[in-house]
């Protein structure tokens, strides 16, 4: 099972909204990664879990709040979010092996629209 | 720092043929590892095929080969007997070893195949 799966697909939100972003993936991997993906752009890390730990942190603003509550579940928390935070949410994760050479595999992401 | 170069913003390539994507890539490191996502137009990010900066022969995956010229820094992706659904956003990426678990991606290639 190489899956990883990611809810909701789309999710529109007021700025003053509470919101989650859940991503869920069975293969036993112990890092997971938030990516955002503004249209017709690369993917831009956000945050990076290894082994349930933060381990980076790209100066994503406060209002984006991730969670890693065990190694298969990944969230991400959203508050006073802007109109410009509207993007794709991408949910990944890869085996850690200390050398890289690791794929990581991507959920289908969620379409964020703030309005 | 590490950066990818896609220099090719869209290409247009007749069905059957073959077609070579281009990528560059700058690092001071000496253990890496170079990789290729598929975008469809659905958003989720497929893995292609993986090269690493110690593999001597290049990867091959199927219809999927990577032309790797260590020396140029170039690890451009051939997609042989191109189909229909081949038609999507091509990104290379990088990732540096010993323990970064941080991928690096170019501005991608939007690839469409003409019937």
């Known amino acids: 099972d190489t899956e990883v799966t990611q809810t909701p697909k789309h999710l529109v939100m007021g700025m003053t909204n509470k919101k989650s972003l859940k991503c869920e993936q069975h293969m036993g991997h112990r890092a997971m990664y938030w990516y955002k993906q503004k249209a017709k752009k690369p993917p831009e890390l956000m945050f990076v879990?290894?082994?349930?730990?933060?381990?980076i942190n790209e100066s994503v603003p406060s209002r984006f709040s991730p969670e890693c509550p065990n190694s298969s579940l990944l969230n991400l928390h959203l508050h006073a979010l802007q109109p410009e935070d509207s993007a794709l949410y991408l949910c990944?994760?890869?085996?850690?092996?200390?050398?890289?050479?690791?794929?990581?595999?991507f959920g289908q992401g969620t379409r964020l629209t703030v309005v | 720092a590490q950066k990818i170069t896609q220099t090719q913003p869209g290409m247009f390539v007749q069905e059957k043929e073959a077609v070579t994507l281009d990528c560059t890539y700058d690092t001071s490191d000496q253990s890496y590892g170079l990789f290729w996502y598929k975008q469809p137009s659905s958003g989720e990010m497929i893995f292609l095929i993986y090269q690493g900066s110690y593999d001597e022969q290049n990867a091959t995956e199927g219809r999927y080969s990577l032309n790797f010229q260590k020396a140029r820094k170039s690890a451009n992706l051939v997609i042989s007997a191109s189909q229909l659904g081949d038609s999507a956003m091509y990104f290379c990426?990088?990732?540096?070893?010993?323990?970064?678990?941080?991928?690096?991606f170019g501005t991608g290639t939007r690839l469409t195949i003409i019937p």
């Open positions: 990944a994760s890869s085996r850690m092996t200390g050398t890289g050479n690791t794929e990581a595999f």
């Open positions: 879990y290894s082994y349930e730990k933060l381990s």
């Open positions: 990426a990088m990732r540096v070893n010993f323990g970064n678990e941080k991928l690096t």
